[in-house]
């Protein structure tokens, strides 16, 4: 059974920086997909894609919203997958979680296509 496991939230000040990590079990990341979303708590909040990345980590896709401040990458040799947060910003608070999907069971890697695995997340918070 594949497991995701995130660290690395804390509580950071704006324009600050956190880098997040998430170790995949159970299977050789090679075979997925990775990303990270966000979640903000309350009715009507939806999660929100982040950032993705290949199974080979040639090709990364970011959301509008963190491109130019935000750099996914991963370590296949190391099961993990990493987002570098920088310029943080308070309406970036949220719980963060890293997705993954067998590369093989979608088109691409991209933020549109559905991560089936996911982690328990961690918390960010960025405080004013």
């Known amino acids: 059974q594949v497991q995701l496991v995130e660290s690395g939230g804390d509580l950071v000040q704006a324009g600050g920086s956190l880098r997040l990590s998430c170790t995949l079990s159970?299977?050789?990341?090679?075979?997925?997909?990775m990303a990270w979303f966000r979640q903000v708590p309350g009715p009507g909040k939806e999660r929100e894609g982040v950032?993705?990345?290949?199974?080979?980590?040639?090709?990364?896709y970011y959301s509008d919203s963190v491109k130019g401040r935000f750099i996914i990458s991963r370590a296949n040799t190391k099961n993990a997958l990493y987002l570098q947060m920088s310029g943080l910003k308070p309406d970036e608070t949220a719980m963060y979680y890293c997705?993954?999907?067998?590369?093989?069971?979608?088109?691409?890697?991209?933020?549109?296509?559905?991560?089936?695995?996911w982690g328990q997340g961690t918390q960010v918070t960025v405080s004013s």
């Open positions: 950032a993705s990345i290949s199974s080979s980590g040639r090709s990364t």
């Open positions: 159970g299977a050789a990341a090679g075979g997925f997909c």
């Open positions: 997705a993954a999907v067998p590369w093989a069971t979608v088109p691409t890697c991209d933020l549109r296509y559905d991560y089936k695995i």
